[in-house]
């Protein structure tokens, strides 16, 4: 038989030492004995702050790569909101530089005028703060509910306007709220002025019109000088609306061949189904004259023949 087969281990029979149950239960208690010592007298307290200082350095070493990450992200999201505010910053400049612009052109052109033309400056109209709270509950008209009434001074015929424009009249009052109706009310009418051509007309309510509610010029002739874009404002001359305030803008102009009056739509610039808080003025017809009373009529001479 070759040496290399020989099995050169000592038999079971010679092998000593302890089971593989005892030293199960002697690591059993060795470990429950540190664990009671450790919290009892913290005896391995000095060992965990050794190990913990001797792994300080390679944690350090290894959490770099992570932070070096995070403040990268940061820093990059960091640039991108500030680059966006900056945008946004510029941009509202930019408007605001636009708007400013075109006041000072209008208030320069406005001066030059009322000095060229002489004309007085416009009294101030007394108004009323008010805050609309519901629509009305009929579906054929557009009417509103304002939170003044007859106890606040607000007299029917009143026109009430919002930061935009003409918004309606005041057609009933009671003691503590007031009707509205809506200029794109169908029985609505206001005299307006055309801003570029100077010419007079008026202009009706039109519930369907538009997105759900306008207004329209009737009875223009269909030669008329009216263009998409005109602006329309109060003419003044019912004696209820002040002149000069923004009504509506031409939308749309349709001539036909076979009428006389072109089909003009315009659309309101008050927020006729937006608006929240309101000024409601006061009609322009009390602070007219009054009317001079008619002649009398001359008494004819001659008696009965």
């Known amino acids: 038989m070759p040496l290399g087969t020989l099995d050169r281990s000592a038999p079971t029979l010679f092998k000593h030492g302890p089971s593989a149950l005892s030293r199960l239960t002697l690591y059993s208690a060795l470990a429950l004995f540190l664990m009671v010592a450790d919290a009892r007298f913290h005896v391995t307290e000095p060992l965990r702050k050794g190990v913990a200082t001797a792994l300080y350095p390679l944690q350090w070493l290894m959490l770099q790569p992570v932070e070096l990450a995070e403040r990268g992200a940061g820093y990059f999201q960091a640039l991108q909101a500030a680059q966006q505010d900056v945008d946004a910053a510029q941009k509202k400049m930019a408007q605001m530089s636009v708007r400013a612009g075109e006041a000072d052109q209008l208030l320069r052109e406005n001066a030059e005028l009322r000095k060229l033309l002489e004309l007085r400056v416009r009294l101030d109209t007394p108004a009323l703060a008010a805050q609309v709270l519901y629509d009305t509950a009929d579906p054929y008209t557009r009417r509103v509910m304002v939170d003044r009434g007859q106890l606040a001074g607000v007299e029917p015929g009143s026109p009430v306007v919002d930061a935009n424009g003409v918004l309606g009249q005041v057609t009933r009052v009671y003691p503590m709220l007031s009707e509205v109706t809506l200029v794109i009310d169908r029985d609505q009418a206001i005299p307006v002025l055309n801003l570029r051509t100077g010419a007079r007309s008026v202009a009706y309510g039109d519930p369907v019109g538009g997105s759900g509610g306008g207004m329209e010029l009737r009875f223009t002739p269909s030669n008329a000088d009216v263009q ?46 937006g608006a929240r808080h309101v000024m409601v003025l006061k009609p322009q017809a009390a602070d007219l004259p009054a009317r001079p009373a008619p002649e009398p009529a001359p008494q004819k001479r001659g008696g009965r023949k």
Request: proline content about 9%.
């Open 228 to 273: 998409e874009g005109d602006l329309l404002t109060t003419s003044g001359v019912d004696g209820l609306y002040p002149p000069g305030l923004p009504v509506a803008r031409v939308q749309r102009v349709e001539r036909r061949a076979d009428s006389a009056f072109a089909r003009i739509y315009c659309t309101p610039l008050a927020q006729v189904y």
